[in-house]
């Protein structure tokens, strides 16, 4: 599976953001895709995962009801929806993908900027 990111960019926090991640490939009936992030001196942490099909979701508890992942099946694209936006979401966010047998993301988008101003 390959991956791009889009959609990030400059916004005041309490606003919201949709981030757009177009995937490519042979066949998605076992592929998870995922959200993460990294912000500047932390560690990359998980955001949340979408299975392809069905698109069941996954979040990380300190993301859950605040982003909304969802996927459009025909563009082959999934979405992270962040409302509510703090200063401290500031960060890149990357798309991953794996299959659905194994635990390690190996395919990776290159990362969209997030910048949230207070």
């Known amino acids: 599976v390959q991956l791009q990111a889009s959609g990030g960019g400059l916004v005041q926090a309490g606003g919201s953001l949709r981030l757009s991640c177009a995937a490519s490939?042979?066949?998605?009936?076992?592929?998870?895709l995922a959200w993460f992030r990294q912000a500047p001196g932390k560690e990359r942490e998980f955001v949340g995962s979408?299975?392809?099909?069905?698109?069941?979701?996954k979040y990380a508890d300190s993301f859950e009801g605040r982003f909304t992942i969802s996927r459009d099946y025909a563009k082959k694209t999934i979405y992270l929806q962040m409302n509510s936006l703090r200063p401290d979401d500031t960060a890149v966010y990357y798309c991953?993908?794996?299959?659905?047998?194994?635990?390690?993301?190996?395919?990776w988008g290159q990362g969209t900027l997030v910048t949230v101003s207070s």
């Open positions: 991953a993908g794996r299959i659905l047998a194994s635990d390690t993301y190996t395919s």
């Open positions: 490939g042979r066949t998605f009936s076992n592929v998870i």
């Open positions: 979408i299975r392809w099909n069905p698109a069941l979701t």
